[in-house]
């Protein structure tokens, strides 16, 4: 388990507001946990210095009917391929 940091970024890139900390069993629930935060705005998942995700408000949508929402990213390596 590991501390994960969001950030909710402007249009402009810049941070909306402070990070919310999310404590996660790895970067893919870490990235399950997001998107239930996912709204307006894009979202980006840290790990200490580590980028894990950048997440869109338009890719939840898409994305929606998948593995619980999850990135193909996640989704593969959720199911080990």
């Not at 941070?15 to 399950?32: K, L, T």
């Amino acid at each position: 388990m590991g501390d994960y940091r969001i950030y909710f970024l402007e249009p402009d890139g810049h941070i909306h507001r402070p990070p919310q900390i999310i404590v996660c069993f790895d970067d893919a629930d870490a990235e399950i946990q997001s998107r239930r935060l996912l709204a307006e705005n894009v979202i980006e998942i840290w790990q200490c210095k580590r980028r894990v995700a950048v997440l869109t408000p338009d890719e939840n949508r898409k994305e929606a009917g998948g593995l619980f929402g999850l990135s193909a990213f996640a989704q593969r390596e959720r199911s080990g391929v």
